[in-house]
């Protein structure tokens, strides 16, 4: 008795201390120390009249920043892919929401981490035109609206125009003297609100991650890990690693120290290693056997758009500028508030907590870009994942898959470039003309346009990767072994209790018939072997 | 006579079991909704306003936000409260069967599960009814004749919005109408 008591008193006290970090993350993590207070600065202490003052104030100590910013994604809105050595990103591909930024800039331009550009004139040299703050404001009333290329809001002004709400302008010497390291509102002011809407383009960011439960996000938590987007998709000399246009789709091997050792820092792989599960021997086994074909995201993101806000899974363009009775445009609802039908961009298709769809992917992804052909007796895929079964770079993804209709050129079967934004006679939101829309979007994109136009089925993949459930939120077994399996489409891999072979189970029934025809032979042996024991001289029956 | 006697008590056992093993599904019906969850919500609700016989909406909730305050989530559920106060009076006047007032107002459950597809839950009220007596199973049988309506969906209808509560809010008690019970 006197030895149990020290001993248990020595086991609570061990058990505390090991526990005490794991207690300690269900707390809000402290705010950084920054050892520079940006009010302080000279340089900062006046009124900006725009934007670029402030880069210009900014670029005095930070000799090398707009210079960096100048050779990334989000300055040039370029991108060459490597492998097919095509140029992609926002300059050059066409997406299946608002379509293409072309001719359309001025509205676009809004989510460009620059000031000015309205059209395809715009100097990408010019380093005061690098919009320092929409990535480093902290004080979350820095605005940048459609319409003013770029360019924060000035003067208060009505957004959306006739809707009776007004923007504020922003005050410049308050965003600058308070700038931080980019927090997932930063990043979110755009990749929350990408085609127009929050939530509306990728379905995996929306704005729940500013302050996301442990439900939604594991890793954004707000009251226990809270991540930040750069904690994963680390930055260095500001060129963000982790883009789509550039995925590992299969990182594989042990944990990494991520920025150090990995090239690919925005992987699951990267902390966990590819043999991430530790229960019981047998369940670790089986799980763990799963991560050759499968992407940590298919088990870990059961369902996306996990909130209220949802995400859009169509756009029809073909009932664009239809009006409503009065013969004015009309803006119709779904019955969660969604925007269900716009006359100036046609329906809508909303949902939240969507199950994903799976493809086998590799990281590579396909896309047609402006100009290039189309084949419009099908559904048009306006990008492709590629991958495929026994690839070992591919796996087995999540994706949304948005499926929409949009216009093309008939005769050159091409998709079409239509000047949607603006104000001016051509612009599709202010005329309500196609014709004129698309004609004066081909013109400015440089494509032969044969004057008639058509719509085709389209439909765009976003490989899902945010919005990581708790572990016990993961798919269960019978969630793709079972009669409603999630992985029914996928090809090449034998899933148990889904695909049948009737070769397998005929040698299956054959050996359960072995097996009994085996009993029932052994049990009529003994049973013989019994009768004739029990013979004796006396009673030969 | 002993072979007899043990083969009623088991077919007695039998049919107990089955009708054990059975009794949850036979008091609650399933069936799958084309639309969202909210737009299933709001056809509902509105077909409830178009099928008077007394019935108006009596709240609307969601049982996940509880669960969402504790930190947690589940796939969306809402529920619809619907009370007819023609079908209420008789029960709540009689106090042979007043308890029945536990299972006022009617609900509809609306919800969505793993497999992305929507369904729609009912009790099954004709079942329950006839175990009450005739004044219970005649009211009960009205009740199902209208719970059938409320689920007919016209998909030529545009969809309409959400009606919700307008005092009390979600979780807490009715207030959505005048009407009702």
């Not at chain 1, 703050?133 to 004080?139: A, E, G």
């Not at chain 1, 680390?234 to 991520?258: L, P």
């Not at chain 1, 494509?447 to 798919?475: N, R």
Request: glycine residues 10%; contains cysteine; neutral net charge.
């Amino acid at each position: 008795m006197t030895v149990t008591k020290p001993l248990l008193t020595a086991f609570l006290l061990a058990a505390t201390i090991a526990l005490a970090p794991a207690w300690a993350t269900t707390q809000a993590p402290p705010a950084k120390k920054t050892t520079a207070d940006h009010a302080k600065f000279k340089e900062l202490q006046r009124n900006f009249a725009s934007g670029p003052e402030v880069t210009k104030a900014c670029l005095s100590c930070h000799t090398e920043a707009a210079d960096q910013v100048q050779h990334t994604k989000h300055w040039t809105w370029e991108y060459t892919d490597a492998k097919s050595g095509k140029k992609l990103g926002k300059r050059a591909i066409i997406n299946n929401y608002c379509t293409t930024t072309i001719s359309n800039e001025k509205d676009c331009m809004a989510c460009h981490a620059g000031y000015g550009w309205k059209d395809s004139n715009f100097d990408f040299t010019v380093k005061e035109n690098v919009d320092c703050l929409v990535c480093h404001d902290s004080t979350g009333t820095y605005r940048k609206l459609p319409g003013d290329a770029g360019h924060p809001v000035y003067e208060r002004k009505e957004f959306p125009k006739g809707s009776g709400k007004f923007v504020d302008p922003v005050d410049l010497q308050k965003v600058a003297q308070k700038v931080a390291m980019p927090s997932r509102a930063n990043c979110g002011a755009c990749h929350f609100f990408g085609a127009g809407g929050d939530g509306t383009k990728h379905g995996d960011l929306d704005s729940a991650l500013k302050t996301p439960s442990k439900a939604l996000d594991v890793h954004m938590d707000a009251t226990g890990l809270n991540f930040s987007c750069v904690k994963c998709h680390q930055t260095s000399g500001h060129e963000v690693a982790g883009s789509r246009y550039a995925m590992a789709a299969a990182v594989t091997g042990h944990a990494r120290v991520r920025g150090a050792q990995d090239d690919q820092p925005a992987s699951c792989p990267s902390c966990h290693g590819d043999k991430p599960h530790h229960e019981n021997a047998l369940l670790m086994e089986r799980l763990n056997a799963h991560t050759d074909k499968l992407a940590c995201q298919t088990c870990h993101i059961p369902e996306y758009a996990r909130d209220g806000i949802g995400t859009e899974k169509s756009w029809d363009w073909s009932t664009a500028t239809k009006m409503g009775p009065e013969g004015k445009p009309v803006l119709i609802k779904d019955s969660a508030g969604r925007r269900a039908f716009d006359s100036k961009k046609g329906n809508f298709a909303w949902d939240s907590y969507l199950v994903p769809e799976y493809r086998w992917f590799n990281g590579q992804v396909s896309y047609i870009t402006v100009g290039d052909k189309i084949d419009p007796s099908g559904i048009v895929e306006i990008n492709h994942p590629e991958g495929k079964v026994n690839d070992p770079a591919s796996r087995i993804w999540p994706f949304k898959i948005h499926r929409g209709k949009q216009a093309y050129d008939a005769e050159n079967n091409i998709l079409a470039v239509t000047h949607t934004a603006g104000e001016d006679e051509t612009a599709l939101w202010a005329n309500f003309d196609w014709q004129k829309a698309i004609t004066a979007g081909m013109k400015t994109a440089g494509l032969s346009y044969s004057g008639k136009y058509g719509f085709v089925s389209t439909e765009m993949s976003w490989p899902i990767t945010h919005m990581v459930a708790p572990k016990d939120a993961a798919l269960q077994c019978a969630q793709c072994h079972g009669a409603e399996s999630r992985l029914a489409g996928i090809d090449g891999i034998y899933l148990p209790a889904v695909h049948g072979s009737r070769l397998i189970d005929l040698l299956g029934w054959l050996a359960v018939a072995a097996a009994l025809v085996g009993v029932l032979i052994h049990g009529f042996t003994r049973f013989c072997f019994f009768c004739n024991k029990n013979k004796t001289p006396e009673n030969p029956q | 006579m002993l072979k007899v006697i043990a083969g009623v008590v088991a077919g007695i056992a039998a049919t107990l079991a089955l009708v054990w093993s059975m009794a949850g599904s036979l008091a609650f019906n399933e069936q799958e909704s084309p639309y969202t969850v909210e737009e299933t919500v709001a056809r509902i609700q509105h077909n409830i306003q178009d099928t008077g016989n007394g019935w108006s909406l009596m709240g609307l909730r969601n049982p996940i936000k509880p669960l969402q305050a504790a930190g947690d989530d589940a796939l969306p559920a809402m529920m619809i409260e619907a009370c007819s106060n023609k079908y209420s009076g008789p029960i709540l006047k009689d106090d042979n069967v007043r308890f029945l007032s536990i299972l006022m107002p009617c609900k509809i459950s609306i919800y969505k599960k793993s497999n992305g597809k929507v369904y729609i839950g009912t009790m099954n009220a004709g079942l329950i009814g006839s175990l009450f007596g005739t004044t219970v199973g005649d009211i009960m049988k009205n009740v199902v004749a209208d719970q059938q309506k409320f689920l007919v969906m016209d998909p030529n209808k545009p969809a309409p919005a959400i009606i919700l509560p307008k005092t009390g809010g979600e979780g807490g008690s009715g207030g959505g109408s005048a009407g009702g019970c």
